[in-house]
């Protein structure tokens, strides 16, 4: 089970470091922020719910970490410029960006997408991306470091009504990899993390529909997905959020252009 509180091992890998994390909510955007903080990181924290922000902010405070709160719509070109200014001053420097901000469109057959769904899926899980780095390019090469964007193990896989996501995510890799090339002669590193089924709130609560439709109980589901994955378990939030904090840090300073696979074994790369 995933660690929770004091409890949770201390490694600093990111000591005297700043990042940045997008898209934080109650589940990988929280992991991503407590274990960049546990790893030694001012957190700056930005989504567009203040509520969840503060929340996560006074858990890393508890945890004796440094956290500050900036609100920001990633598909708002001035809240975007807003973010990057206050994430670079909040506490005088910035090394990494992790870009964990998306939305899912609908599962449907790609052929019966609404266009205007999916041209809206490219906005934020796309071009926000790319024009967050954008605006920290500066920062992050005065800091000689780092961006991580989190991806998703629709890359690899065929399941069905996945077809937009699936496109959203191709690109957000593409983007990462052009983004390296460009950005690798100037000392920063850009890298991806896919996850594949992440143990948390939104993967339960597909399990519990997918059980109450067929009549059993959702480990049954779960045990079966589970089954397809070498390890025979599904990855936690943390799991992903601490490949993230390792290509964030000096560890991986050789490491470039790569994404990393973190699924248990679903899918191999």
């Known amino acids: ?23 934080v909510g109650p589940g990988l955007g929280r992991s991503l922020a407590v274990r960049s903080a546990l790893a030694g990181a001012q957190v700056v924290l930005a989504a567009r719910t203040r509520s969840r922000l503060e929340a996560v902010a006074d ?5 004796g970490g440094e956290a500050a709160v900036v609100t920001a719509d990633l598909t708002d070109d001035a809240s975007v410029e807003n973010l990057a200014e206050k994430a670079c001053g909040a506490f005088g420097r910035l090394d990494s960006v992790i870009h ?9 057959s790609l052929l019966d997408a609404e266009p205007d769904d999916v041209r809206q899926g490219l906005e934020i899980n796309l071009m926000a991306a790319l024009n967050l780095t954008r605006e920290l390019v500066p920062a992050l090469v005065e800091a000689q470091g780092s961006v991580v964007m989190i991806n998703s ?13 699936r496109i959203m995510k191709a690109g957000l890799l593409a983007l990462a990899r052009s983004l390296s090339v460009d950005l690798g002669p100037r000392g920063v590193r850009v890298n991806s993390v896919a996850p594949g089924y992440i143990w948390a709130d939104s993967v339960k609560t597909w399990f519990e ?6 009549g059993v109980d959702p480990s049954v589901v779960h045990d079966e997905i589970a089954a ?6 599904l990855p936690e939030p943390d799991d992903i959020a601490n490949t993230a904090v390792f290509l964030a840090s000096e560890h991986a300073r ?10 248990c074994g679903h899918a191999h790369h």
Do not use: W
Request: hydrophobic share 40%; glycine share 10%.
């Open 1 to 23: 089970m995933t660690q929770t509180g004091m409890t949770q091992p201390r490694i600093p890998l990111l000591e005297g470091k700043t990042v940045l994390v997008s898209g």
């Open 59 to 63: 858990e890393i405070h508890a945890l």
């Open 100 to 108: 964990n901000a998306f939305v899912q469109p609908a599962q449907v």
């Open 153 to 165: 193990m629709v890359l690899r896989n065929q399941l069905p009504g996945f077809g937009a996501y």
């Open 209 to 214: 529909r997918q059980a109450a439709e067929r």
């Open 228 to 233: 397809g994955a070498d390890l025979r378990r």
């Open 254 to 263: 050789a490491i470039t252009g790569q994404c990393l696979d973190v699924n």
